[in-house]
């Protein structure tokens, strides 16, 4: 090895441990993503109480919410809910038609 490649790999190594760092940050968001949250959380992703309570109640699974209850709680998952509300927004017609 002569000098060049070893100053080429030293300025890399503080590129590659960000690097890493990213990566574990992006899995730790991934892996969050697929949690279970309360009706609060849920609510703060754009849900009402009672839009999350009809669509337990009124059969509304085709909508590909998933919930589970945990004694008087309810749990919802937050990947399904964050699915339904992209596919609930608006594509580029439809906010135009809105504004």
Do not use: H
Not at 17 to 43: F, H, K, M, P, Y
Not at 53 to 65: A, I, P
Not at 72 to 82: A, E, F, K
């Amino acid at each position: 090895m002569n000098l060049q490649d070893i100053a080429t790999k030293a300025d890399l190594q503080p590129i590659l441990r960000r690097l890493q760092l990213l990566e574990q940050e992006n899995e730790a968001l991934r892996s969050g993503l697929s949690t279970w949250i309360r009706v609060a959380d849920a609510a703060n992703l754009g849900f009402s109480r009672t839009c999350l309570y009809e669509m337990r109640t009124d059969g509304r699974l085709q909508l590909g919410v998933d919930f589970k209850y945990e004694g008087r709680s309810v749990y919802y998952n937050r990947t399904s809910l964050v699915k339904l509300n992209k596919g609930q927004q608006p594509t580029g017609a439809a906010k135009s038609l809105t504004l």
